[in-house]
């Protein structure tokens, strides 16, 4: 990998933590799609070679797959070191989650606990200080943080995921206090449903979606799902994640004169968490 590294793009790299067959993938296809060299991160590195090699091919673009896990220090550190080694990581998106089960405040064991707060906020704050020195130093970038309903609730069953959630939106708010003045775009999304499968087959449709969404987003319309699901006339309880993705995207690309510090997006057909 190191020696691939004076191949990739000037215009900066993407890092993506936490990518899995949902969201994590649809992101990375999207700013892929857009010319962006990108690094996604995970636990399993066989099938995240998959997922690179394909979105590689679909796109033509240059994409990495680096092994991380983000309940270790040492391992988020060793893995960054492969990502810089890149060049300039203009965009972080965080969106490593520790799937938990629903159990008794009686019954949570420590390790647990702190698995899961290691995993939404700790790894957050480990992968945040690697690249924001070089943002800072070029006056730009872009880290966005994927929350849940958790992060605004909590949720009888689920203190490990809530407490680590939270912590996360209170990172998010104080990185966007102190380095949106200096360059560096910080968001935070709270995804108030589940994530689906994506609905577009194709690496065309997307784009046309994409399109779609921007015209109306630069019109004030905002609405990153109707492209795929209301427009279509198909009612859903769950997220595509290529029209979540959009979204990532629009947040990159926002003005600086009204940046967005934390957005929310649902389903057409919301079942509560």
């Not at 220090?73 to 938990?100: C, K, M």
């Amino acid at each position: 990998m190191r020696s691939m590294a004076s191949s990739a793009a000037s215009k900066g790299i993407v890092a993506i933590v936490g990518v899995g067959p949902k969201l994590g993938r649809s992101v990375a296809r999207k700013f892929a799609h857009e010319g962006y060299t990108v690094a996604i991160l995970a636990r399993d590195l066989g099938r995240l070679s998959r997922f690179a090699d394909e979105i590689a091919r679909e796109e033509k673009a240059q994409v990495f797959a680096i092994r991380i896990d983000c309940s270790d220090t040492r391992s988020i550190r060793e893995a960054f070191e492969g990502v810089l080694s890149l060049g300039f990581v203009e965009i972080l998106v965080y969106n490593a989650y520790q799937p938990v089960p629903a159990t008794s405040f009686a019954d949570l064991r420590l390790d647990a606990f702190e698995k899961s707060l290691a995993v939404s906020a700790v790894g957050a704050f480990h992968c945040a200080q690697q690249v924001l020195t070089g943002m800072v130093e070029r006056g730009r970038g872009t880290i966005l943080f994927t929350g849940c309903s958790a992060s605004l609730n909590g949720i009888a069953g689920f203190s490990e995921l809530c407490c680590g959630k939270f912590a996360l939106r209170a990172l998010s708010q104080c990185l966007a206090r102190e380095f949106q003045p200096l360059g560096v775009h910080v968001a935070h999304i709270v995804l108030d449903g589940l994530v689906g499968p994506p609905r577009g087959p194709s690496t065309a449709q997307r784009a046309l979606v994409g399109e779609q969404q921007q015209q109306s987003f630069s019109a004030g319309g905002g609405d990153h799902g109707s492209g795929s699901t209301v427009a279509s006339g198909t009612n859903s309880t769950a997220m595509d994640p290529d029209a979540v993705a959009q979204t990532y995207w629009h947040l990159h690309v926002q003005d600086r004169a009204a940046w967005t510090q934390e957005i929310d997006l649902r389903p057409t057909d919301l079942q509560l968490f």
